[in-house]
């Protein structure tokens, strides 16, 4: 069983329009858009990814698998990212490189497939077989081709699949943050089509249509079983040059902006178990400089007046988002959230230490001393979401919050998520 892959890195191809860095809506003179592509503002955080993470993580997947994965470049690529190639090459043996010139043809994954089939595999030449694409920004799962071998078969020849369910996330000073759970059939990254040679050529499917429409025009099978891919997310994207900002701390909010409609990971993801090589660098916080902790990680409908979460200590810039839903006779500060805080060896902090400063940030101090300083939360009846965003003065520490029904205690409030980041 044959898969074959295809990652274009930063191909040279000033005529395509196809991408928005070649469409003319950026740069006025193929000079611009060659230094663009070229450069090390794009290049260096791709190569990262790609020698770093992507590769490795594709090694792990084709153990025990045949797997030839096509790399094609320009001859423009600056000699020290070639030589990256050139020495991914050698480590990983299912890789095989195709320096692109104007003069000579470029390599296909069908020529390639043709190649391995009529030689290494020439027992049986006319197999179904895998085709797959993969950019040098993205990664696919350790289990991506067991999950796909159960269809490679002749009754699915003809056909593609998609795995829906991946992580986006933003790729930020070597970590992968903001990271969100998404759901985007039959995006591009390791959709796979399923192929074969016959005595008189290729059946695949029969028109070379855009991913996001295929199911238009063949049938597509749809697998969300599992996380199935990691779609990068930062500034030097293609996809990011036709945001309205374009200044790097307003294309990076905007691109914020569009993927928290996703919900964040958490431990119920179990996203170790399919991207290992991301262990320590992919977390739910804004900032690579962030921590990141989840409190809830299943609905937690509160039965009591009071739940209390724990949490490791923090300091500094604090942002503790709680969703919460409410049943439909919830009012206006119908729930609050307090805050325990205490010092480096985790005593309760005198109120008098801290007062001044709380003021200034907009947490209250309740006159009831069993809730201390606290926020209400949105509880409209529905879906909830409240934000509370404070500092904390030097030597104090958050280590618990806790939510707490308020005015009417016997309205329904489930808990659904519940996140404490600091930085």
Known sequence: MLFIGHTRFSVYQPQSGAWKATNGTRFKSEQDYRNYLFSDERLASRADIFFGLSLPQLAEAAKNHAVIH????????????????????DKHDFLVLDKMF??????????????ALFSKFSADPYQPFGVYRLDDDDLLPADYFDRHEKYIKEPFVGMQVSLGTGIT???????????????????????MSIQRFTPDGLVRP???????LSDRHFPVIMDSSGLGYVWTRQV???TSLGLASTNREGILTSIRNHINANPPIDGSDQFEKYF??????LTAAEDARSTHEQLIE?????????????????????????KMVCDMSAVEKNSLLSFSLVDASGKPVPVERVAAHMAEQGVTLSGNPTIGWFRYLNTRPGQNRTKAEFSLPQGVFLSAVTVRKWKKTDTSITLH??????S
């Open 169 to 191: 996330a933003i790729y930020s000073e070597g970590k992968f943050v903001n990271a969100r759970r998404c759901y985007h059939p039959m995006l591009a990254i390791g959709f």
């Open 236 to 238: 030097e994207q293609d």
């Open 102 to 115: 104007p003069s000579s043809a470029a390599a296909t994954t069908e020529s390639v497939a043709r190649e």
């Open 298 to 322: 299943r609905r937690v409908e509160m039965k009591s007046t009071v739940e209390n979460f724990t949490c490791q200590p923090v300091s500094g810039d604090l942002s503790i988002t709680v």
């Open 276 to 281: 290992p090589i991301l262990k320590g660098k």
């Open 206 to 212: 029969e028109r070379n249509i855009a991913h996001n």
């Open 417 to 422: 998520s519940l996140t404490v980041e600091s």
């Open 70 to 89: 096509l790399i094609s470049y320009s001859h423009h690529l600056p000699t020290k990212y070639e030589t990256r190639l050139i020495e991914a090459a």
